[in-house]
């Protein structure tokens, strides 16, 4: 079982920054990949950037790359998502998750066992 918790949520203005992070805890986190997600109102869950946490190989949506780093701290357990330029298009509920399943993130919600809470994050115009 894994516990993850996600922080760093926030209101900033379009052009600014936010980093997101989220903690994990419960057994090894071998052969785990962990991914964020993010869900708009009246729109899908979809997949922003993940990472394999034994390689540190990192992916991003189309939509982010460039903008967004994925990285990850094995001291501390815990992936972080830092986020720049940001855009009103970007606001949304974050969510980071996490599998054994795949050796890469998988880009489907649905392939994903274990989530975090969420964190919103706002971009104003």
């Known amino acids: 079982q ?23 805890s419960g057994r090894t986190f071998a052969n785990l990949v962990v991914g964020w997600f993010r869900q708009a109102p009246g729109k899908d ?27 990850r701290d094995n001291a501390k357990s815990t992936v972080y998502l830092q986020m720049n330029s940001l855009k009103p298009e970007d606001t ?22 274990y989530w975090g809470q969420g964190t919103q994050g706002t971009v104003s115009s």
Do not use: M
Request: charged share 20%.
């Open 2 to 24: 894994v516990q993850l918790v996600e922080s760093g949520g926030g209101l900033v203005q379009a052009g600014g920054s936010l980093r997101l992070s989220c903690a994990a």
């Open 45 to 71: 869950r979809e997949f922003v950037a993940g990472i394999t946490w034994s390689t540190g190989n990192t992916y991003y949506a189309d939509s982010v790359k460039g903008r967004f780093t994925i990285s």
């Open 92 to 113: 949304a509920v974050h969510y980071c998750a996490a599998t054994r399943r795949w050796s890469r993130p998988p880009r489907s919600p649905g392939e994903y066992d």
